[in-house]
């Protein structure tokens, strides 16, 4: 009893350090094990990173409340299998009364000692603790064999407990054959289940279990996990390779202490032990020098896009691979947001003070915008390193995307620097010609053709069949871009129409009450405060209280809306709908649209635009018709 209790008095690094002196000296004498068998917890003490599962069965067990099924599920290595076995011998933790302590036999999760039935269940051979491997016994056979063992009473220990390992990959009939003993299972059995996979598992029996899922070990436990090892082991390492090996592990811990154990024998030999460099490590790993990643991600960002390339080339010469490294420098651009958005990231002990230091200037000299979009073009490349022929030279590429990228103003700066009227290094030429591009439409085949015209317009001087390619000026594409409605604007005041509110609509982004407005909307009567219609067929039938709510928060005021049986004219989209009608019918009629149709048979109106546009359509044809001459004479 005395045992016990001055072994709850210990903290959690002195119990831990105690627990793996005592596994490093009980395995002294014995066959070389690996390390990720040596140290496998054996109590909830040695359990690392999961201290809610361990305070959930601490309290199940003191107040009796005894799942007969339990749920383990968590990523590789995290100790799914190995919280299992512990939970075996929880149920079975039985001690014979010595002179030095009371006799347990009652299930617990403080066993100090190892128990009647503790060294067998960990060295799975207990006849009542039967692990199965659900990869290779999948079938309705196994479960079968499974129910008809479940009936009888343990032999040994006070509970049978079945240990079922990748659970999901059962397949549908022993599930389905598990289920009602799973919901109603003798007294004298436990089932506990791990999976990687828990999606896979059906619903019908991750409602009949206790879930746990297991955390990853974030890299501080992890760097304190291993450092207790490696003075266990008498093994000497430098906090950056084990940093590096915690990283790489990506929360595992047997990951880690496989990666530890290769790293030990890559490691220089001493009269002490061995001896582990962060150098030493690097090559193993095939990962990059943290500084010399930082570097290439200022390089880039700079703009200085030969020395890239330089470091990359060194990286790729040191063994490093190419996507490992873009990985890498992801991992700084995130690393720069979080510094960005959560200042108090710099005080995580995970992070080398290189990576703190630069980490924070990089934050403070980009912006978000900047940030994101070097993210983005980071995880497109990585997509298209892993289908190039030729990794380097697709890295090489990214690099060169970046760092022009890095130049460019976000598009708000874009379209601020040119509604002002201000040059950006280019960058205005730049994105005028993008738009030029983009909005430029050149007939390849005459399948469909756009024609703009006033209503009852017809177009003629020195116009042709081939001058009627629809072609925006990059000016006017630029001033519909850029342009503010200035009278949708003073609307938020005063609304004198109907086609005031809308735009007040469109300008407020309500665009389901903007739509409503045009499809819905047969107007009676409309003045500044009041407003009459009739509710087209299919209308929301609410649509006047919702408007009265919107132009109240829009405006200030109350309006008067009423909606009326009859009366009403035609709605804004009826009445577009009659005009492109008549527009489409004039234009029919137009001798020079009529050859066009003519010369190329199944040619369409899609739509007829006038106004403003018509003069310059005009203008642009006349331009076309000239090139398009002279290209003939030419």
Same mark, same amino acid.
């Given at each position: 009893?005395?045992?016990?209790?001055?072994?709850?008095?210990?903290?959690?690094?002195?119990?831990?350090?105690?627990?793996?002196?005592?596994?490093?000296?009980?395995?002294?004498?014995?066959?070389?094990?690996?390390?990720?068998?040596?140290?496998?917890?054996?109590?909830?003490?040695?359990?690392? #990173?999961?201290?809610?599962?361990?305070?959930?069965?601490?309290?199940?067990?003191?107040?009796?409340?005894?799942?007969?099924?339990?749920?383990?599920?968590?990523?590789?290595? %995290?100790?799914?299998?190995?919280?299992?076995?512990?939970?075996?011998?929880?149920?079975?933790?039985?001690?014979?009364?010595?002179?030095?302590?009371?006799?347990?036999?009652?299930?617990?999760?403080?066993?100090?000692?190892?128990?009647?039935?503790?060294?067998?269940?960990?060295?799975?051979?207990? +006849?009542?603790?039967?692990?199965?491997?659900?990869?290779?016994?999948?079938?309705?056979?196994?479960?079968?064999?499974?129910?008809?063992?479940?009936?009888?009473? /343990?032999?040994?220990?006070?509970? &049978?407990?079945?240990?079922?390992?990748?659970?999901?990959?059962?397949?549908?009939?022993?599930?389905?054959?598990?289920?009602?003993?799973?919901?109603?299972?003798?007294?004298?059995?436990?089932?506990?289940?791990?999976?990687?996979?828990?999606?896979?598992?059906?619903?019908? %029996?991750?409602?009949?279990?206790?879930?746990?899922?297991?955390?990853?070990?974030?890299?501080?436990?992890?760097?304190?996990?291993?450092?207790?090892?490696?003075?266990?082991?008498?093994?000497?390492? *430098?906090?950056?390779?084990?940093?590096?090996?915690?990283?790489?592990?990506?929360?595992?811990?047997?990951?880690?202490?496989?990666?530890?154990?290769?790293?030990?024998?890559?490691?220089?030999?001493?009269?002490?032990?061995?001896?582990?460099?962060?150098?030493?490590?690097?090559?193993?790993?095939?990962?990059?020098? &943290?500084?010399?990643?930082?570097?290439?991600?200022?390089? +880039?960002?700079?703009?200085?896009?030969?020395?890239?390339?330089?470091?990359?080339?060194?990286?790729?010469?040191?063994?490093? *691979?190419?996507?490992?490294?873009?990985?890498?420098?992801?991992?700084?651009?995130?690393?720069?947001?979080?510094?960005?958005?959560?200042?108090?990231?710099?005080?995580?002990?995970?992070?080398?003070?290189?990576?703190?230091?630069?980490?924070?200037?990089?934050?403070?000299?980009?912006?978000?915008? +900047?940030?994101?979009?070097?993210?983005?073009?980071?995880?497109?490349?990585?997509?298209?390193?892993?289908?190039? /022929?030729?990794?380097?030279?697709?890295?090489?590429?990214?690099?060169?995307?970046?760092?022009?990228?890095?130049?460019?103003?976000?598009?708000?700066?874009?379209?601020?620097?040119?509604?002002?009227?201000?040059?950006?290094?280019?960058?205005?030429?730049?994105?005028?010609?993008?738009?030029?591009?983009?909005?430029?439409?050149?007939?390849?085949?005459?399948?469909?053709?756009?024609?703009?015209?006033?209503?009852?317009?017809?177009?003629? #001087?020195?116009?042709?069949?081939?001058?009627? %390619?629809?072609?925006? /000026?990059?000016?006017?594409?630029?001033?519909?871009?850029?342009?503010?409605?200035?009278?949708?604007?003073?609307?938020?005041?005063?609304?004198?129409?109907?086609?005031?509110?809308?735009? @007040?609509?469109?300008?407020?982004?309500?665009?389901?009450? &903007?739509?409503? @407005?045009?499809?819905?909307?047969?107007?009676?009567?409309?003045?500044?405060?009041?407003?009459?219609?009739?509710?087209?067929?299919?209308?929301?039938?609410?649509?006047?209280?919702?408007?009265?709510?919107?132009?109240?928060?829009?405006?200030?005021?109350?309006?008067?809306?009423?909606?009326?049986?009859?009366?009403?004219?035609?709605?804004?989209?009826?009445?577009?709908?009659? &005009?492109?009608?008549?527009?489409?019918?004039?234009?029919?009629?137009?001798?020079?649209?009529?050859?066009?149709?003519?010369?190329?048979?199944?040619?369409?109106?899609?739509?007829?635009?006038?106004?403003?546009?018509?003069?310059?359509?005009?203008?642009?044809?006349?331009?076309?018709?000239?090139?398009?001459?002279?290209?003939?004479?030419?």
């Amino acid at each position: 009893m005395d045992h016990e209790q001055n072994t709850s008095e210990l903290t959690p690094a002195q119990a831990a350090d105690k627990s793996l002196l005592r596994q490093a000296g009980e395995a002294g004498t014995a066959p070389y094990r690996v390390l990720a068998r040596k140290y496998r917890p054996t109590t909830f003490i040695d359990l690392i #990173g999961q201290q809610s599962l361990v305070r959930t069965l601490e309290n199940a067990f003191e107040l009796g409340r005894i799942h007969q099924a339990y749920l383990l599920t968590g990523v590789r290595g %995290v100790g799914k299998t190995t919280t299992a076995r512990i939970l075996a011998r929880a149920f079975n933790y039985e001690v014979l009364a010595t002179e030095d302590q009371l006799a347990i036999d009652r299930p617990t999760i403080h066993m100090p000692t190892l128990g009647v039935h503790c060294q067998a269940i960990i060295d799975s051979r207990h +006849v009542d603790v039967l692990e199965m491997d659900a990869a290779s016994h999948t079938g309705i056979d196994d479960v079968r064999e499974i129910i008809e063992n479940a009936r009888y009473r /343990p032999v040994m220990a006070r509970t &049978k407990v079945y240990i079922i390992d990748e659970v999901h990959m059962l397949s549908k009939a022993a599930f389905n054959g598990l289920l009602k003993t799973l919901e109603e299972p003798p007294e004298h059995v436990k089932f506990i289940f791990a999976t990687t996979e828990i999606d896979k598992v059906p619903v019908t %029996v991750r409602s009949r279990c206790q879930r746990f899922d297991l955390r990853r070990i974030d890299s501080g436990l992890m760097t304190e996990h291993l450092h207790r090892i490696c003075r266990a082991e008498e093994v000497s390492i *430098d906090a950056e390779a084990l940093m590096m090996i915690a990283r790489a592990a990506e929360g595992s811990v047997r990951d880690a202490l496989s990666l530890l154990d290769q790293a030990i024998a890559y490691g220089s030999i001493q009269e002490s032990g061995a001896l582990i460099k962060s150098d030493d490590l690097r090559l193993m790993l095939g990962v990059a020098d &943290k500084v010399r990643v930082i570097d290439l991600f200022e390089a +880039v960002m700079a703009g200085e896009i030969a020395q890239a390339i330089s470091l990359m080339q060194e990286q790729y010469n040191g063994g490093v *691979d190419p996507a490992q490294l873009l990985v890498e420098m992801a991992e700084f651009v995130h690393l720069a947001t979080r510094f960005k958005l959560s200042p108090e990231v710099t005080d995580s002990d995970a992070l080398t003070p290189e990576e703190r230091h630069r980490g924070r200037a990089a934050s403070e000299r980009l912006t978000i915008p +900047v940030l994101t979009r070097a993210w983005q073009i980071l995880m497109k490349g990585l997509e298209e390193l892993r289908s190039s /022929p030729r990794p380097l030279q697709s890295a090489d590429m990214v690099l060169v995307r970046l760092a022009y990228a890095a130049k460019m103003p976000t598009p708000s700066d874009a379209l601020r620097l040119l509604e002002v009227g201000r040059d950006f290094n280019g960058s205005r030429e730049a994105l005028t010609e993008n738009v030029d591009h983009k909005t430029h439409t050149i007939a390849a085949a005459p399948a469909v053709t756009s024609v703009r015209a006033g209503r009852g317009s017809n177009l003629t #001087g020195n116009t042709s069949i081939r001058s009627l %390619v629809a072609i925006s /000026p990059t000016a006017q594409v630029s001033k519909k871009l850029l342009s503010i409605d200035s009278k949708a604007v003073e609307s938020v005041s005063v609304i004198e129409s109907f086609q005031e509110l809308i735009a @007040l609509a469109e300008t407020k982004r309500d665009i389901r009450l &903007k739509i409503a @407005l045009e499809n819905d909307v047969k107007l009676v009567h409309f003045e500044h405060g009041r407003v009459e219609f009739e509710l087209a067929p299919g209308g929301a039938r609410d649509l006047a209280s919702n408007l009265i709510q919107k132009i109240q928060a829009w405006t200030n005021e109350r309006w008067l809306i009423s909606v009326v049986a009859t009366g009403g004219r035609s709605t804004l989209k009826e009445q577009q709908m009659l &005009k492109e009608r008549e527009k489409r019918t004039d234009l029919e009629s137009d001798p020079l649209v009529a050859a066009v149709m003519t010369e190329f048979p199944g040619a369409q109106i899609i739509s007829v635009r006038g106004g403003e546009d018509a003069n310059s359509l005009a203008e642009m044809s006349e331009i076309l018709y000239d090139d398009f001459s002279a290209e003939d004479n030419d």
